[in-house]
């Protein structure tokens, strides 16, 4: 298991840099992807209910706004669900697991213990590079700097909707998964990953050749 904070203000990039980390590990590593949010141009598990944690095997999961769903405003029960679900049994699930929020100290304290990386994403006055500052765990100081990635943004701001508002259910909701190819475009839904994952392959491969899985 690998859990990973990204911290910034509102309009700092945190869900962009998500994305990109998203889109990143699915691309190259061709990982299963589980989102809270929804995706375009990346095939997806929408994670919109507690019960669906249970589920999740051997992906990465991309948790816009996660820590809201742990916070001191949600039930006892529900929370301790959650943050149970994350950190005793990801490591088993061979879970990898990035979320955001606007402070680190947002995050479960049992989290913030064992967070492996947190990050700061920073775009440039344009907004057309960022740039995601890595620290080794969930308190940065000097000598945890690790690395820094760069990308160029206008592609993975088309990759989600930057006004959907994440929602969590506690009652089980039907299985999504998806893939859909822009905001405009019908959403298509498969009953496997493997299905919507060929899909979104032969879409790269017709529609982006030129990057060679570079942004």
């Known amino acids: 298991?690998?859990?990973?904070?990204?911290?910034?203000?509102?309009?700092?990039?945190?869900?962009?840099?998500?994305?990109?980390?998203?889109?990143?590990?699915?691309?190259?590593?061709?990982?299963?992807?589980?989102?809270?949010?929804?995706?375009?141009?990346?095939?997806?598990?929408?994670?919109?209910?507690?019960?669906?944690?249970?589920?999740?095997?051997?992906?990465?999961?991309?948790?816009?706004?996660?820590?809201?769903?742990?916070?001191?405003?949600?039930?006892?029960?529900?929370?301790?669900?959650?943050?149970?679900?994350?950190?005793?049994?990801?490591?088993?699930?061979?879970l990898q697991y990035v979320m955001t929020a606007q402070m680190i100290d947002l995050f479960d304290k049992r989290m913030r213990k064992i967070l492996d990386f947190s990050c700061y994403p920073i775009m440039n006055p344009q907004e057309t590079v960022c740039k995601i500052v890595i620290f080794r765990g969930g308190f940065p100081k000097t000598g945890s700097y690790m690395k820094t990635l760069y990308f160029k943004t206008p592609l993975v701001f088309d990759m989600y909707d930057t006004n959907e508002e994440v929602d969590f259910s506690d009652e089980m909701t039907p299985e999504i998964i998806c893939f859909q190819e822009s905001k405009e475009s019908k959403p298509q839904m498969f009953e496997t990953w493997e299905e919507a994952d060929a899909v979104a392959e032969k879409y790269w491969t017709e529609n982006y050749k030129s990057l060679k899985g570079v942004i």
Do not use: H
Request: charged share 25%; proline share 2%; aromatic share 14%.
């Open 1 to 94: 298991m690998v859990l990973m904070g990204i911290v910034g203000e509102l309009g700092s990039g945190k869900t962009l840099g998500l994305t990109y980390l998203t889109w990143k590990n699915w691309f190259f590593r061709r990982q299963r992807v589980y989102t809270t949010y929804k995706l375009y141009k990346i095939p997806y598990v929408l994670i919109d209910a507690s019960p669906k944690l249970d589920y999740m095997r051997d992906g990465f999961v991309a948790g816009d706004e996660f820590w809201s769903l742990c916070d001191s405003r949600c039930s006892i029960s529900r929370k301790n669900k959650i943050v149970s679900n994350i950190l005793l049994r990801s490591r088993k699930r061979n």
